[in-house]
């Protein structure tokens, strides 16, 4: 992971959620190096991303645990493809509290997910940001 700080001397967004070699090698195989293709890949994740959460809380919420392993493991799968392991650990948690019918912590892993979720946003954010500044 990186070892960016902010210029508190906080560690920004991406240095703590997401694994910037993983990231990278997503950017020069997956893209070919090519910045549109990687920013439209971040995008993508980004708008698929709101629906999952989205499904996941309703999911948690109605007590679903076919869906929420559903949902939790295309989750995970995207989050890890892009370096999020923290916030794919998280969904393959949720993955087999679904997949055990097992939900009385869902509530609560949930809240971890959405709360990591939203720093992952930020630090794919930043990294659209930095692509569209060169």
Not at 12 to 20: F, K, L, N, R
Not at 45 to 60: E, G, H, I
């Amino acid at each position: 992971m990186r070892e960016d700080l902010d210029l508190r001397g906080e560690r920004s967004p991406a240095s703590t959620c997401i694994d910037d070699k993983r990231l990278d090698l997503v950017r020069t195989v997956q893209c070919g190096g090519r910045q549109a293709v990687f920013a439209h890949l971040l995008s993508l994740y980004l708008q698929d991303s709101q629906r999952l959460m989205a499904t996941l809380r309703r999911a948690v919420r109605e007590g679903d645990a076919d869906i929420l392993d559903r949902t939790a493991h295309r989750f995970k799968s995207s989050s890890a493809t892009l370096g999020a392991w923290r916030l794919a650990e998280f969904c393959e948690k949720l993955e087999e509290m679904g997949r055990t019918n097992t939900l009385s912590d869902a509530g609560s892993l949930f809240e971890q997910v959405e709360h990591e979720y939203h720093a992952v946003c930020a630090a794919f954010n930043e990294q659209l940001a930095k692509g569209s500044a060169s």
